[in-house]
Structure formats: structure tokens, C-alpha cells
């Protein structure tokens, strides 16, 4: 397993994160959790895109961590179907559209001055777009989103470079790739972020 999928993992569905949707942790069982990082860990798209939507219907909160964190997951499940034609560029537009004004919880990558390819990593972004990652396979072959955030506040990444942060906002508008390339998928964008270190 690549260090990105460890990390999602890690992250998505640790104990302390689960600890701050009570009660909504307790509509979903551990070991349902435990299954959905098998699948995220295969990449099988079309079971980790059935299973988080599944999970998203049983939490009453818009607000809760595990909530944001399934939010993308879903999102970025659904574009990887769409690369592996699994999903057509319609049904893609659809399935995304009703997360638009939702929060969402990103993984943790690493900082990065953007000087290389900024592949699972978070970058400088540019103008209000402040900081800018690409979300990927773990071959690196199939780009599934270009993520561009903007939170206000000025982030010292030459600082922080190599350091691991994760990524909380709320979905601004999400835009499928016009071109219908298998390539790269989805540009999404995301308001009033907020990019935490974790060490």
C-alpha cells in the first residue's frame, strides 16, 4: 500500500476522529469502518462509492468529522469510477452536484514548497486559491481531482515543507473536466479552509 492510502486510513477513520461524531459513530459499526478501509485499500471504487453513500444516509449531522471525511470519500470514489468507466461523465455530474455547500474533511499529505508534482501532496495555490493538491491512483496514473482551497490565511509552506497536514472546508463548487478525459476528472473547489498541521 502506498504511504498516501496508509495515510487516508489513518486519518479517515482513526479512533479520535470517530470521537467527535458521537452520536453518530454509533450508527456505524467498527468493523463497517474496517471493511470500507479494505475496499479504499484495493481500490475498488465502485464498493468504497456504494458503501460511503451508505454511511453518509444513516448520520444525521451535516457538520460531524466522519461525515466531511465520507463526503469525500464518496466524491473521489465516484470520480475514480468515471476514470475506470465504471461511471459515465453524467451520472458523475449528478451523484457530486447535492455535495456542493457541504463540508468536507481531506485526507493528510505532505506539505510541499510545489517546486515537483504535487501528486497527493498540499501545494501553494495561486490568487484567493491559496493552497492546491492533486489527488490520484496509487499508480499515479489516473488524476481524480485537482483540489484548489482557499483559506484566508497565509501558510508558511517553505516552513512546514515535509511536515503532514490535513485539509477541512466546504465544497464550493465541484466541475466535472468539460473534456470528458479519463485523465483528470474533477476540479473541485473549496471555501473557508482551514490547512492543520499534525506534527
Request: proline content about 4%; some cysteine; charged content about 20%.
Amino acid at each position: 500500500m502506498s504511504k498516501f492510502f496508509a495515510i487516508i486510513i489513518f486519518l479517515l477513520f482513526s479512533s479520535v476522529s470517530r470521537s467527535q461524531t458521537v452520536p453518530d459513530s454509533s450508527q456505524i459499526p467498527d468493523a463497517s469502518i474496517g471493511e470500507l478501509e479494505q475496499l479504499i485499500s484495493r481500490e475498488d471504487w465502485v464498493a468504497v462509492a456504494s458503501k460511503s453513500l451508505n454511511y453518509i444516509t444513516k448520520l444525521r449531522s451535516d457538520t460531524s468529522d466522519l461525515r466531511a471525511q465520507l463526503n469525500f470519500v464518496f466524491i473521489l470514489a465516484s470520480a475514480a469510477k468515471t476514470s475506470q468507466e465504471e461511471m459515465s461523465y453524467d451520472d458523475l455530474s449528478k451523484a457530486v452536484k447535492n455535495f456542493v455547500g457541504k463540508k468536507v474533511f481531506l485526507p493528510v499529505f505532505t506539505i510541499s514548497t510545489g517546486k515537483g508534482p504535487c501528486f497527493n501532496f498540499y501545494c501553494p495555490g495561486e490568487d484567493e486559491y491559496d493552497v492546491f493538491s492533486t489527488a490520484t491512483n496509487q499508480a499515479g496514473t489516473y488524476i481524480f481531482a485537482f483540489i484548489y482551497a482557499k483559506t484566508g490565511a497565509k501558510f508558511d509552506f517553505i516552513k512546514n515543507a515535509g511536515h503532514h497536514a490535513y485539509l477541512k472546508g466546504t465544497i464550493e463548487s465541484i466541475k466535472p473536466n468539460p473534456n470528458k478525459s479519463l485523465a483528470l476528472i474533477l476540479r473541485i473547489y473549496i471555501k473557508e479552509a482551514s490547512l492543520q498541521l499534525i506534527d
